[in-house]
């Protein structure tokens, strides 16, 4: 990786997010805020079938040709935080056209995956039969993106927050899942290893 790359992204995970953290940290399903000139909507679904989850984000991207959707399984998203911030770098690589992939919902895949693989990431993040899930929807164009999201969550089932927690055994889950180190420092407290999970992400490169 180009050293001045990895020096601006390590910058860019200092800065403060321009988004509403209050809005971001309620009890609702869905969070809708904006992230440079796009606008976003992270939201979450009950237990669901995979085939189904899939055929849902197809049928958004060919509905809505202006929007980006990508699907993850729930159990490998560390809090709204770690989405959010894996999907600002993705968002600044495609401004510096330096993705990973050859679209931005694929770049935040492999970003929040930890990997450059798409097979490997699918396997790991990718939508998962009989587990709640995470939806990602970001476009510069606010109409269509609240259409699309309006969309998606007539169809999908109601989220139990009490299903989505994050404490030590989530984070060493996600660490041998990942292949990071067990017993190691950035395992020690919440922080620290979601610093650690944003920092891998913006190192991912082709």
């Known amino acids: 990786m180009d050293w001045r790359i990895e020096s601006y992204y390590l910058q860019l995970l200092l800065q403060r997010s321009n988004y509403d953290e209050a809005q971001l940290t309620n009890s609702n399903i869905c969070s809708d805020f904006k992230l440079s000139n796009f606008y976003v909507s992270i939201f979450y679904c009950g237990k669901l079938d995979s085939v189904a989850g899939i055929k849902l984000v197809e ?32 968002l600044e690589a495609l401004k510096r056209q330096i993705m990973v992939a050859n679209r931005p919902e694929l770049d935040l895949l492999l970003r929040l995956s930890c990997t450059t ?50 404490d030590a055994s989530t984070r060493n889950t996600l660490a041998t899942k990942l292949g990071f180190k067990s017993g190691s420092y950035f395992l020690a407290d919440d922080s620290v290893f979601l610093k650690y999970l944003i920092e891998r992400a913006a190192l991912i490169t082709k």
Request: proline fraction near 1%.
């Open 117 to 166: 693989q798409i097979s490997k990431a699918i396997s790991y993040a990718g939508i998962k039969s009989g587990k709640c899930a995470c939806f990602v929807i970001f476009s510069k164009n606010k109409r269509d993106l609240l259409k699309a999201r309006n969309c998606a969550l007539q169809s999908l089932p109601d989220f139990d927050n009490s299903e989505f927690t994050n």
């Open 59 to 90: 049928q958004i991207r060919h509905r809505f040709e202006k929007v980006y959707i990508q699907g993850f399984n729930s159990e490998v998203i560390f809090g709204l935080q770690h989405v959010v911030e894996d999907l600002k770098i993705t």
